[in-house]
Nanobody
Framework: QVQLVESGGGLVQPGGSLRLSCAAS????????MSWYRQAPGKERELVAQ????????NYADSVKSRFTISRDNSKNTVSLQMNNLKPEDTAMYYC???????????WGQGTQVTVSS
């Protein structure tokens, strides 16, 4: 049974930090690119960051570059998103996603809420 379980969301003041984690199970984690997406109320879901499975190359949305860092641990089947200098516009539900293009397979987590407010 495939599972992606996000954790670490919460309420934080502007300028603060949060670390999101996603624990994966039920599939071969090291063969999947892992991503974080977010969706704010009334907006489309958007890609925040992605990391490749072996070479660990990371890519970021322009809006989070230099503030967010994605990382993964293939030995623990986890992917994390360190978010610094958070802004109110970062408020959204954050989702973890696993993708494997050659098998056209992808999985989503249930999401964790991040709210940035004073």
């Amino acid at each position: 049974q495939v599972q992606l379980v996000e954790s670490g969301g919460g309420l934080v003041q502007p300028g603060g930090s949060l670390r999101l984690s996603c624990a994966a199970s039920g599939f071969t984690f090291s063969t999947y690119a892992m991503s974080w997406y977010r969706q704010a109320p009334g907006k489309e879901r958007e890609l925040v960051a992605q990391i490749t499975p072996i070479t660990l190359v990371a890519n970021y949305a322009d809006s989070v570059k230099s503030r967010f860092t994605i990382s993964r641990d293939n030995s623990k089947n986890t992917v994390s998103l360190q978010m610094n200098n958070l802004k109110p516009e970062d408020t959204a539900m954050y989702y973890c996603k696993a993708d494997r293009s050659w098998s056209n397979t992808n999985y989503w987590g249930q999401g964790t809420q991040v709210t940035v407010s004073s």
